[in-house]
């Protein structure tokens, strides 16, 4: 069994700055892709940045300069850095990964935390 963990989510104020945590663990072979996406009350779930197993990454154009994924492979855990917070970025964020675990290659969701940014 596989599982994704989030933490780190919170209420800030405008400007203010917030730290993603997202571990996983369980029957873990190997890693691709992992990210953060975020769903706000009534929108669709949207890409907020992913990172490959090589480091490469990929933001959402609302977020680049402001948030900075990275990933530490030996914990299975990848962080999301959020500064300069608006109160749009108010949504619950979602870790995901892409990795071949107990069923082989599958796509893997956390739990959610909500960040609520104020204004």
């Known amino acids: 069994q596989v599982q994704l963990v989030e933490s780190g989510g919170g209420l800030v104020q405008a400007g203010g700055s917030l730290r993603l945590s997202c571990a996983a663990s369980?029957?873990?072979?190997?890693?691709?892709?992992m990210g953060w996406y975020r769903q706000a009350p009534g929108k669709q779930r949207e890409l907020v940045a992913t990172?490959?197993?090589?480091?490469?990454?990929n933001y959402a154009d609302s977020v680049k300069g402001r948030f900075t994924i990275s990933r530490d492979n030996a914990k299975n855990t990848v962080y999301l850095q959020m500064n300069s917070l608006k109160p749009e970025d108010t949504a619950v964020y979602y870790c995901n990964a892409d990795l071949y675990g107990p069923v082989g290659w599958g796509d893997y969701w956390g739990q959610g935390t909500q960040v609520t940014v104020s204004s």
């Open positions: 990172i490959t197993s090589g480091g490469n990454t």
């Open positions: 369980g029957s873990i072979f190997s890693f691709n892709a």
